[in-house]
């Protein structure tokens, strides 16, 4: 049975805050146009932050956070130092840095203001608020759904569905929350059925992965955390191999075999990402130890199609502007630090399959609700460990 949270008396900060930016989500859904206003959220938190006076610094949620936050920034600060003293700054460094930085920033800033008990109000009105953005934006859709001409088949081929939606990337971080916390089952249900309608193929199945690992973890009896560097280890040697079969689909290696089994060709399978790969690594190479720099691939994409286009696989993007040093370091690193349950785990696992074949690193919302999800599953280990003290 769904139920609507009962918010009488239990208004706080970070829900304030979070109501707000779901307001701004269902505005920039509604109009395209405003869709950047989500970046300017840290500015309106930040006072917050700052006058805030019972800051822990040393707790284990700030630390993951700020550990975060200067890797990325010294990151930054490198390559766009090198850019500057020996080739020449994106003009897209900047809005690129915003890009990622701004959605850290914003849980950072509201993050004295959580409240553990809240947590359930808090997911449920992101719940909610998105089930509300899909049914304002692809209601209509949804009713041709009946028209009985729709074949699943040939949408998972094509990757064309009347009813997709990048509000898929959600629901699949929710879906997996709910199973992960042991949510009644009308909300897996409702964000199962949320999750098929959005119809996002990778989506699909980065949340199968993710749910697999944890499965097996969970059978297994497994405890990631005592294995970090092994499996970001391997998590790191996983996306290389992609960035090299991902190489070989832009040499043609596999066109004739995708053509035998699916009758389409291998641009067509990947929805035009080939052409993208194509440019990428023509025109930025990956032969850098250092990296091209920030902003680099989109220049290149821009530079072909006069059109600011997203090259679809955060993974790939990185490799080429990082250089493989930096690549494999923050691989490693952001591998390292989720890697601290198997919560973390299973959620990073599906991110990480996301970053693959789309640029959500950039998305707001998506990264938003990541970290949020990861801020409860610090608290949860911060209440084990304050349990196991009390007890010794």
Not at 21 to 28: A, E, I, K, M, P
Not at 107 to 122: D, R, S, T, V
Not at 356 to 379: G, Q, S
């Given at each position: ?35 950047y206003i989500k970046y300017l959220m840290p500015l309106a938190a930040m006072p917050i932050y700052f ?186 040697l996983i996306n290389l191999l992609f960035v090299s079969f991902t190489s070989l689909i832009v040499k ?118 990541f970290y949020f999800i990861i801020l409860i599953f610090l608290h949860q280990q911060e209440k084990q ?8």
């Amino acid at each position: 049975m769904l139920l609507v949270p009962n918010l009488s008396m239990k208004i706080n900060g970070f829900l304030v805050f979070l109501i707000g930016f779901l307001l701004v989500v269902l505005l920039t859904n509604l109009y395209y146009p405003l869709r950047y206003i989500k970046y300017l959220m840290p500015l309106a938190a930040m006072p917050i932050y700052f006058s805030y006076s019972r800051i822990k610094l040393s707790s284990p949620s700030s630390k993951y956070y700020f550990s975060i936050l200067i890797f990325y920034v010294i990151i930054f600060l490198f390559l766009g130092t090198n850019d500057y003293l020996f080739s020449s700054l994106s003009s897209r460094y900047i809005p690129n840095v915003v890009f990622v930085l701004s959605p850290l920033l914003f849980l950072i800033f509201i993050q004295p203001l959580f409240k553990y008990e809240l947590i359930k109000i808090y997911v449920l009105v992101i719940f909610y608020f998105n089930t509300l953005i899909f049914i304002l934006t692809e209601g209509r859709d949804f009713v041709s759904l009946f028209s009985g001409s729709i074949s699943f088949s040939n949408a998972l081929l094509a990757s064309e569905f009347p009813t997709e939606s990048n509000l898929a990337y959600v629901f699949g971080i929710l879906l997996l929350f709910f199973i992960l916390e042991r949510y009644p089952f009308g909300y897996k249900l409702a964000a199962s059925i949320l999750l098929i309608l959005c119809f996002k193929r990778v989506v699909m199945g980065a949340f199968a992965i993710s749910f697999g690992m944890y499965w097996l973890s969970d059978l297994l009896k497994f405890n990631p955390r005592k294995y970090r560097f092994f499996l970001a280890t391997v998590g790191v040697l996983i996306n290389l191999l992609f960035v090299s079969f991902t190489s070989l689909i832009v040499k043609g290696e596999y066109d004739n075999y995708i053509y035998d089994k699916t009758g389409v060709s291998t641009d067509r399978l990947l929805m035009g990402r080939k052409s993208l790969y194509t440019i990428a690594f023509d025109q930025v190479g990956d032969d850098g130890w250092i990296g091209k720099g920030i902003g680099k691939v989109d220049d290149a994409i821009y530079s072909v199609y006069n059109l600011p286009i997203n090259l679809h696989s955060e993974i790939l993007r990185n490799y080429l502007e990082f250089g493989i040093i930096i690549f494999t370091l923050w691989l490693f690193v952001i591998f390292y630090q989720n890697t601290f349950s198997i919560k973390s785990f299973s959620l990073f696992v599906y991110l990480n399959v996301l970053l693959l074949t789309d640029n959500v690193f950039i998305y707001f919302d998506i990264m938003f609700y990541f970290y949020f999800i990861i801020l409860i599953f610090l608290h949860q280990q911060e209440k084990q460990i304050e349990a196991q003290q009390s007890e010794s």
